[in-house]
């Protein structure tokens, strides 16, 4: 994929779960804490995790839509 196209569903997603999976695995005696990234600057206020939080809460209520 050419670096100026915009980057697919599917490609954000993949990309929210390792920002996730790098928050969460990062501090195995109290998870969710900062340092996951290096974006994280302060206790509650990383950009990068609530972009990956928001991709993620989009994607499932696309998924359990009633139809």
Known sequence: MPIDEPASKATE???AKRVLDAHWTRALDRPWRIGGCLECQGRNDCPQL??????????????????
Do not use: G, S
């Open 13 to 15: 997603l993949f990309t």
């Open 50 to 67: 609530d972009w990956a939080i928001e991709v993620t809460a989009e994607a499932a209520a696309l998924m359990f839509q009633k139809r």
